[in-house]
């Protein structure tokens, strides 16, 4: 079992940043993949944000990221990080952290654990 808390999420103006944190713990956590994705409100689909191994490696971000959001993670604190900069009204929505074994890093459902996830509302 693996546990995700995320934090950060609150309200910034457009341009601005903010940055998440996702804290894992449970047994052998760090054998997972991170995720970070986000979903609108009234969409089931949960879309793909950023990813990376605790390795530090195979880093991807979505297009509509790209640029302006950063995953990095600190393995000392167990933690994941999203830096997100030059925000837009367009990401105000509830981001997630997630953890895979395998699968595909754009494919939510090929993600075993889910934190609650945190609001970013990003006002114009």
């Known amino acids: 079992q693996v546990q995700l808390v995320e934090s950060g999420g609150g309200l910034v103006q457009a341009g601005g940043s903010l940055r998440l944190s996702c804290a894992a713990s449970?047994?052998?956590?760090?054998?997972?993949?991170m995720g970070w994705f986000r979903q609108a409100p009234g969409k089931e689909e949960r879309e793909f944000v950023a990813?990376?191994?605790?390795?530090?490696?195979?880093?991807y971000y979505a297009d509509s990221v790209k640029g302006r959001f950063t995953i990095s993670r600190n393995s000392a604190k167990n933690t994941v990080y999203l830096q997100m900069n030059s925000l837009k009204p367009e990401d105000t929505v509830v981001y997630y952290c997630?953890?895979?074994?395998?699968?595909?890093?754009?494919?939510?459902?090929?993600?075993?654990?889910w934190g609650r996830g945190t609001q970013v509302t990003v006002s114009s």
């Open positions: 990813h990376i191994r605790w390795s530090g490696f195979n880093t």
């Open positions: 449970g047994r052998a956590f760090s054998s997972y993949a």
């Open positions: 997630a953890a895979r074994l395998r699968g595909s890093y754009y494919s939510s459902q090929d993600y075993n654990y």
